[in-house]
């Protein structure tokens, strides 16, 4: 079975830091990964997937993530964070084939001070 | 675009008694998946069905029933509310085929059960 960790719960930086969010998934096959990012209140919103090619993936608001095959990582990314990018952020995994079945770490909460 | 839209958006239950939550997507979709959120945890997978008729279990499926006689619609069902499901419960949907897709989410439905 597949799992998803990510080791940071919460994270506090003032707006303009850089942010840098790690997810390592367990997974011996070719999976998906994707960040998920849930803003108080709201439905999970997708900001980036990874399925094949250029390991550097780049998603809206200007985030971006790089699949790492040999660490089993997908670590998010973002060079100025704003006070509006206060929220949750998820990583999930699937493996093709498997139904689509969304396997999600526990979440960061994100919290930008303005 | 309505996307996926759950109801009821809240509930409170008294520990034994029965409810179903609906969800319906407008978006043509193969496959639709309940979720729980707890904190901590990020989500975890209850039910699934990848097509009108059918469903499976996902990881945590006890307590829980789930139909889908429609292609749009996926109810989740708890035939005798217990303290432990009080959780925020979402619904997704994906596509089946054509090449990978990522999940369209809900709003969510808070239940507590007292």
């Known amino acids: 079975a597949q799992s998803v960790s990510q080791h940071n719960h919460h994270v506090i930086l003032s707006e303009a830091a850089s942010l840098e969010l790690g997810c390592n998934y367990s997974y011996g096959g070719t999976v998906n990964l994707f960040w998920y990012v849930q803003y108080p209140g709201q439905h999970l919103q997708l900001l980036l997937k990874y399925f094949s090619g250029d390991p550097l993936v780049k998603g809206i608001k200007g985030f971006e993530a790089e699949f790492i095959k040999s660490k089993f990582s997908f670590n998010l990314r973002k060079p100025s964070v704003q006070w509006s990018d206060t929220a949750e952020y998820f990583c999930?995994?699937?493996?093709?084939?498997?139904?689509?079945?969304?396997?999600f770490g526990s979440g960061t909460q994100l919290t930008v001070l303005p | 675009n309505a996307g996926v839209t759950q109801t009821p958006k809240f509930r409170v239950l008294k520990t034994g008694q029965s409810m179903t939550l609906l969800c319906a997507q407008d978006m043509n979709h193969e496959y639709m998946y309940w979720y729980r959120q707890d904190p901590g945890m990020g989500l975890r997978l209850i039910h699934y069905s990848v097509g009108e008729g059918t469903t499976a279990k996902g990881e945590v499926p006890d307590g829980y029933n789930v139909s889908r006689l429609k292609k749009q619609n996926f109810l989740l069902g708890l035939e005798s509310a217990a303290p432990s499901q009080t959780s925020v419960y979402f619904c997704a949907s994906s596509y089946g085929s054509g090449g990978n897709q990522p999940q369209h989410f809900g709003d969510g439905t808070r239940l507590s059960i007292l």
């Open positions: 999930a995994v699937n493996a093709p084939g498997s139904a689509r079945q969304l396997t």
